[in-house]
């Protein structure tokens, strides 16, 4: 069974542009979940989608928006960059939160994202 | 507002050595979920544990333990017998109800374990 994919691995971008990273969930999972870990920052939660819809999101201004499409992938989207947007970014999927599951999050390799 | 502090940045033990994380934790709610992730130099977070709020029970599973202790907020983890792959930094992280599994991280905590 395929893990959480993402892509790129590794993007490469300039003040001001605009940055896209893509997200595949693990089959059957209908949540994802975007993390970014920036130097001395450590993990800390952007969004949640579920079902399509967002559900959550972390203290992080508008210019980090995102969407999760019907087949439950998902894209995040910066815009504006900025020096300090430069980390990996993390996607994670799970299963809805119910009696049975684990609560695990499963995550991906991540996307490493530089604004230069 | 949820919280929590991983006060060890850094630990450094000879293999076969125990050692503790500590995690503490902040929380208005009365029901949440409390996680250990492993991040190995590869990158790739590894789930560890799941703990909830109302189920204290210590957790053992090969070398690893877990002590939770809500009188004391803390949700602490212990390697017996270190070994040089657990060489990682590890994470706490914490979930409220009505947040999915939105997880609150600590810090993390990068442990060196040297043979």
């Known amino acids: 069974e395929a893990g959480v994919t993402q892509s790129p691995t590794h993007l490469i971008k300039t003040r001001g542009q605009q940055a896209t990273l893509r997200c595949s969930p693990i089959?059957?999972?209908?949540?994802v979940y975007w993390y970014q870990q920036a130097l001395g920052l450590g993990l800390q939660f952007l969004l949640w989608?579920?079902?399509?819809?967002?559900?959550n999101r972390g203290n992080f201004p508008p210019r980090f928006s995102g969407r999760q499409f019907p087949n439950y992938s998902s894209e995040l989207n910066v815009n504006a960059l900025e020096l300090e947007d430069s980390a990996l970014y993390l996607c994670?999927?799970?299963?809805?939160?119910?009696?049975?599951?684990?609560?695990?999050?499963?995550f991906g390799e991540g996307s490493r994202l530089t604004v230069l | 507002a949820q919280k929590v502090t991983q006060a060890q940045t850094e630990i450094s033990v000879v293999e076969k050595e125990d050692v503790t994380l500590d995690c503490v934790y902040e929380?208005?709610?009365?029901?949440?979920?409390l996680f250990w992730y492993k991040q190995p130099p590869s990158g790739e977070l590894v789930f560890l544990i799941r703990?909830?709020?109302?189920?204290?029970q210590n957790e053992i599973s090969g070398r690893y333990s877990w002590n939770f202790q809500k009188s004391t907020s803390s949700f602490n983890f212990t390697i017996t017998a270190s070994q040089v792959v657990d060489s990682a930094v590890y994470f706490c992280?914490?979930?409220?109800?009505?947040?999915?599994?939105?997880?609150?991280f600590g810090k993390g905590t990068s442990l060196l374990v040297t043979p």
């Open positions: 994670a999927s799970s299963l809805v939160r119910s009696g049975s599951d684990t609560g695990e999050l499963f």
């Open positions: 989608y579920d079902e399509g819809e967002e559900r």
């Open positions: 089959s059957g999972h209908t949540s």
């Open positions: 929380t208005r709610d009365t029901t949440y979920y």
């Open positions: 992280a914490l979930s409220e109800t009505n947040s999915g599994y939105a997880l609150n």
């Open positions: 703990r909830n709020s109302f189920d204290e």
